[in-house]
């Protein structure tokens, strides 16, 4: 069953049984409990019905809700992805469905975890985890207008505010007045594209390491290669290199280096969290497009054999060999892709 990645201080599981002092603490908190409707839970309802229900909302692609705790095991609330079929009304009466195209996002903290930034940490796992492992193309949000503490969750980790809608509870809870406020976020505003920044360096060069020892290279292969592929600020403030990020993330690095007619793609690599996303492509794209307009009229690249099939599908053709700028003898694939067609 797929399961939500840890991070630094949380790790994540399924409900059980064995969860009942954990959720009666949790939802029999009036303060846990003011933003939401019905107020606290006796131990009673939760056993009959809440901690059946969580235990029952296990999805084997991903979709549901996990307890959460620290490294050293203490319970501090649960995470939530959920698939949903958008429509006019407020999302909060947004059917469920099984397609995690669109996906909501969610969160309750008991109140010895408020202020240690875990919801912060949490949501951008769930943010990571519906971009990346269940495809989604858009991530949602609600909570009540006067609940500033996810408001701000919300808004740390990249959605914005879409509409303030006005509902007509049955039984209005204090603030009720001031609406529900609905938050989203689209795959493509997650994923950028920018000019790497000179302190990047070091981050950036530890991404380009890890993507070429994703091919299996041994640890000896890889020390060879290290001061070839090291990025240096100078490097970044004299080349042309973009970055695509996710979130606060950075993701894949691309240089268009040279002058016109002829330049290279000199740099093209993706961190292995973020293969088969489409990055590759897209700072492909980026480069070869900025190229064109700039005026050359063809790009060479020395590839990694392994890439090769990649530049191929993208339109570029192996022209020859190319000697390694790392390991002596050793020879790579040396392909063109023609920018005037």
């Given at each position: 069953?797929?399961?939500?990645?840890?991070?630094?201080?949380?790790?994540?599981?399924?409900?059980?049984?064995?969860?009942?002092?954990?959720?009666?603490?949790?939802?029999?908190?009036?303060?846990?409990?003011?933003?939401?409707?019905?107020?606290?839970?006796?131990?009673?309802?939760?056993?009959?019905?809440?901690?059946?229900?969580?235990?029952?909302?296990?999805?084997?692609?991903?979709?549901?809700?996990?307890?959460?705790?620290?490294?050293?095991?203490?319970?501090?609330?649960?995470?939530?992805?959920?698939?949903?079929?958008?429509?006019?009304?407020?999302?909060?009466?947004?059917?469920?469905?099984?397609?995690?195209?669109?996906?909501?996002?969610?969160?309750?903290?008991?109140?010895?975890?408020?202020?240690?930034?875990?919801?912060?940490?949490g949501a951008k796992a769930l943010l990571r985890w519906a971009f990346l492992s269940l495809r989604a193309t858009e991530v949602v949000a609600s909570t009540m207008a006067v609940n500033k503490g996810s408001r701000n969750v919300m808004e740390k980790i990249g959605l914005h505010h879409d509409r303030t809608i006005h509902i007509d509870w049955p039984d209005p809870l204090p603030g009720t007045e001031h609406g529900e406020v609905e938050y989203r976020l689209r795959r493509d505003e997650w994923i950028t594209l920018r000019p790497a920044r000179p302190?990047?360096?070091?981050?950036?060069?530890?991404?380009?390491?890890?993507?070429?020892?994703?091919?299996?290279?041994?640890?000896?292969?890889?020390?060879?290669?290290?001061?070839?592929?090291?990025?240096?600020?100078?490097?970044?403030?004299?080349?042309?290199?973009?970055?695509?990020?996710?979130?606060?993330?950075?993701?894949?690095?691309?240089?268009?280096?040279?002058?016109?007619?002829?330049?290279?793609?000199?740099?093209?690599?993706?961190?292995?969290?973020?293969?088969?996303?489409?990055?590759?492509?897209?700072?492909?794209?980026?480069?070869?497009?900025?190229?064109?307009?700039?005026?050359?009229?063809?790009?060479?690249?020395?590839?990694?054999?392994?890439?090769?099939?990649?530049?191929?599908?993208?339109?570029?053709?192996?022209?020859?060999?190319?000697?390694?700028?790392?390991?002596?003898?050793?020879?790579?694939?040396?392909?063109?892709?023609?920018?005037?067609?």
């Amino acid at each position: 069953m797929s399961r939500l990645p840890d991070t630094e201080r949380l790790t994540f599981r399924r409900f059980t049984n064995a969860d009942l002092d954990n959720v009666e603490q949790l939802n029999g908190d009036a303060e846990v409990m003011r933003f939401l409707d019905g107020g606290p839970q006796p131990r009673a309802e939760i056993e009959e019905r809440v901690l059946p229900e969580l235990i029952a909302d296990q999805n084997e692609n991903g979709l549901g809700r996990w307890a959460a705790e620290t490294v050293d095991g203490t319970f501090v609330g649960w995470f939530s992805t959920h698939a949903r079929t958008p429509d006019d009304g407020p999302m909060e009466f947004w059917a469920s469905s099984d397609d995690p195209t669109v996906v909501s996002i969610g969160y309750r903290l008991s109140r010895a975890a408020w202020g240690k930034g875990y919801a912060t940490e949490g949501a951008k796992a769930l943010l990571r985890w519906a971009f990346l492992s269940l495809r989604a193309t858009e991530v949602v949000a609600s909570t009540m207008a006067v609940n500033k503490g996810s408001r701000n969750v919300m808004e740390k980790i990249g959605l914005h505010h879409d509409r303030t809608i006005h509902i007509d509870w049955p039984d209005p809870l204090p603030g009720t007045e001031h609406g529900e406020v609905e938050y989203r976020l689209r795959r493509d505003e997650w994923i950028t594209l920018r000019p790497a920044r000179p302190d990047e360096a070091g981050e950036l060069t530890e991404l380009v390491m890890r993507s070429k020892a994703y091919w299996g290279y041994d640890d000896a292969f890889m020390a060879a290669c290290r001061e070839e592929l090291t990025l240096r600020p100078e490097d970044i403030e004299q080349r042309r290199m973009f970055v695509a990020t996710a979130g606060d993330e950075l993701a894949a690095v691309a240089t268009l280096d040279g002058a016109p007619p002829d330049g290279e793609l000199g740099t093209l690599f993706v961190d292995p969290a973020f293969i088969g996303q489409g990055l590759g492509k897209r700072l492909y794209r980026h480069v070869t497009a900025l190229a064109r307009a700039m005026g050359f009229a063809s790009l060479s690249i020395d590839a990694d054999p392994n890439a090769e099939p990649f530049y191929k599908a993208m339109g570029a053709t192996r022209v020859g060999s190319a000697p390694s700028g790392s390991i002596p003898g050793r020879e790579v694939p040396l392909m063109r892709v023609d920018l005037a067609s």
